[in-house]
């Protein structure tokens, strides 16, 4: 039940909000491997003067953050960086201007419907 937060600077996307955040979305199905109602994504879009980025990125870089259960293998997120790249492609965004963060949270740390994850069945692996 990774939470993910998609920044960028106000302008690239226009319209496409909903797009780019389903693109990110099938990111996480292909990379993570969840299941496809499993969703919890969010787009912040910041004016060009409230986000500073490295020289030599474009309009379009973007800052793409998973927090997410400890477990992943690194195949796993292997998959989840080329998928983002893959499917943020389509709208122009170059693989260098493509940042992913993954936190990762032990599921005793992670509070769903009043309990621990770590006590619940989550209907997934998330050691995949």
């Given at each position: ?58 309009a379009s ?44 949270v032990r ?22």
């Amino acid at each position: 039940m990774p939470a993910t937060r998609i920044e960028t600077r106000r302008g690239w996307i226009g319209t496409r909000r909903p797009d780019v955040i389903e693109a990110v979305q099938r990111a996480l199905l292909t990379g993570l491997k969840l299941p496809e109602d499993d969703r919890c994504v969010r787009l912040l879009e910041y004016d060009h003067d409230a986000m500073i980025v490295p020289s030599g990125r474009g309009a379009s870089y973007t800052v793409v953050e998973i927090t997410l259960f400890s477990g992943r293998t690194l195949e796993a997120k292997r998959r989840l960086y080329a998928a983002l790249v893959e499917e943020l492609s389509v709208f122009g965004v170059p693989a260098d201007d493509i940042k992913t963060v993954l936190v990762e949270v032990r599921p005793e740390n992670w509070g769903l419907r009043g309990s621990p994850a770590s006590e619940l069945d989550l209907g997934y692996r998330i050691d995949v």
